[in-house]
């Protein structure tokens, strides 16, 4: 007996119905980007090794898929090569390319590459999929869409405005509510990281601090002091942990806390100015808050740092992100190109609509109409009428098979049952005499003679 077929871990089939809301979310997406001025872009679903390894830090590495070489790979390891068992030493030999990890570096490589064909500051959107060899579960997967917008070339902070906005934009059209954009600087976890005489352990620091919310105040204490920062330097902290109070207060807090470090309070100053811009020019349906533990993406954000949390009372992580990047292109030879950018969830947004069952209800609509076949003659007929109203955009079928009995007929009135078409046309031998349709409305039973005028404007 043969096996039954099945996916690798971490990838999905999508039906008819998901199909449709997710091109919805990315449809939705794609026309705000537009509205703000982005560009389409694509690039390749791998790329050389060298462009993506050592980009992500040492875990992303790890969560990178490698390609093997084609032909007969092996012949270029040497015995003392296969038998050391060295992962870094064998791969590189055997792999030269890899599936891309994210949207950001190809999108990097892509401005030095067609650097003289741009025109700076340089808009662009993505919606690709992308690979990681991650761990599975709700909201995660290996394989998933990405959909990124990025403005390189310019050190504007008006940029960080207006994605705050694109992302208000884009919940606002969704219908979804309550959503919370949370934005930090990395220029202040670094104040903090000099206030504390931690500046070597910044990345140790910004871990630690990042749990907060979830292990509480002593817990993070603790895993600090393992890291080796000092008693002293935890003390200084002690008004993050107590940090209260909108935007503005925040703001002040912080102020004391980083008096004496020039580089934290370059960082405030910054986030005042975003948030003076979005106060004045107000959200629809977001909320901007600070978040001086958000430190996502330490390894290239130099800047503000978004996170975008899903409304209050759904389980779920983060539903888009992004920040501002210095020097991305740098680490391909294009230096001092500042760039800023953001990406959205697809795949968290949709079980977040799925759960508030914010999906449109006629979107998953497919055929309006199934005509059912009798025979050649009558069948012949009816496709001059599908033609017809698929000319006028009216999605309509002639099922394929003839019914030569009330068995068959019902198959064919099962079929559109069960593909939820909301009409079905008999033409039969009686109707093809007389040139009219019966139209049977498959919700009420209720069923009228008419001719093809009346159809169509009763199906428009």
């Known amino acids: 007996m043969?096996?039954?077929?099945?996916?690798?871990k971490g990838t999905r089939d999508f039906n008819a119905e998901e199909v449709a809301k997710r091109s919805y979310i990315m449809e939705t997406i794609k026309e705000q980007f537009q509205i703000f001025g982005f560009q389409p872009i694509e690039t390749p679903s791998f790329e050389n090794s060298e462009t993506l390894m050592g980009k992500y830090?040492?875990?992303?590495?790890?969560?990178?898929?490698?390609?093997?070489?084609?032909?007969?790979?092996?012949?270029?390891?040497?015995?003392?090569?296969?038998?050391s068992k060295s992962e870094s030493l064998i791969t590189p030999k055997i792999s030269e390319k890899a599936l891309r990890y994210d949207l950001t570096v190809p999108f990097a490589r892509y401005v030095v590459q067609h650097q003289n064909e741009i025109e700076f500051?340089?808009?662009?959107?993505?919606?690709?999929?992308?690979?990681?060899?991650?761990?599975?579960?709700?909201?995660?997967?290996?394989?998933?869409?990405?959909?990124?917008?990025?403005?390189?070339?310019?050190?504007?902070?008006?940029?960080?405005?207006?994605?705050?906005?694109?992302?208000?934009?884009?919940?606002?059209?969704?219908?979804?509510?309550?959503?919370?954009?949370?934005?930090?600087?990395?220029?202040?976890?670094?104040?903090?990281?000099e206030v504390i005489g931690a500046q070597d352990k910044l990345i140790d620091f910004t871990v630690a601090l990042d749990k907060l919310d979830k292990i509480g105040e002593e817990k993070v204490k603790e895993e600090m002091r393992g890291k080796g920062i000092s008693e002293e330097g935890i003390s200084k902290l002690q008004p993050l942990f107590t940090l209260k109070g909108d935007f503005g207060n925040q703001i002040e807090s912080l102020k004391s806390i980083l008096s004496t470090s020039e580089i934290g309070l370059k960082g405030i100053e910054e986030l005042k100015f975003i948030n003076t811009a979005i106060s004045n020019l107000k959200l629809k349906t977001a909320t901007l808050q600070l978040d001086v533990t958000l430190a996502r993406g330490l390894n290239y954000y130099t800047g503000a740092i978004f996170e975008v949390s899903a409304p209050e009372g759904v389980k779920m992580g983060s539903i888009g992100g992004g920040g501002r990047y210095d020097d991305l292109?740098?680490?391909?030879?294009?230096?001092?190109?500042?760039?800023?950018?953001i990406s959205f969830g697809l795949d968290r947004i949709y079980l977040v609509l799925e759960e508030l069952d914010l999906f449109p209800s006629t979107i998953a609509e497919s055929t309006k109409v199934l005509f059912i076949n009798f025979g050649d003659k009558e069948a012949m007929f009816s496709l001059g009428a599908v033609t017809k109203l698929r000319q006028a955009n009216v999605k309509a079928e002639l099922f394929p098979d003839a019914a030569f009995s009330g068995k068959q007929m019902k198959k064919q009135m099962n079929y559109a049952n069960r593909r939820n078409i909301p009409f079905v046309v008999i033409m039969g031998e009686e109707e093809l005499k007389s040139e009219v349709f019966t139209l049977k409305n498959m919700a009420s039973g209720e069923q009228h003679k008419v001719d093809f005028e009346a159809l169509f404007n009763l199906l428009k």
């Open 2 to 8: 043969a096996q039954k077929p099945s996916i690798p």
């Open 57 to 83: 830090g040492d875990e992303g590495d790890r969560l990178i898929f490698k390609i093997l070489n084609s032909g007969e790979y092996l012949k270029k390891i040497s015995e003392d090569d296969y038998n």
């Open 121 to 193: 500051p340089f808009k662009r959107y993505q919606i690709q999929p992308v690979w990681r060899a991650d761990r599975p579960q709700k909201g995660r997967f290996r394989e998933f869409f990405q959909c990124d917008a990025d403005v390189v070339g310019s050190k504007s902070l008006f940029q960080e405005v207006e994605f705050v906005q694109l992302y208000d934009a884009v919940f606002s059209a969704l219908k979804l509510e309550g959503v919370t954009i949370k934005i930090n600087n990395r220029k202040i976890l670094s104040g903090i990281a």
């Open 329 to 341: 292109t740098g680490i391909f030879g294009l230096k001092d190109m500042s760039g800023v950018g």
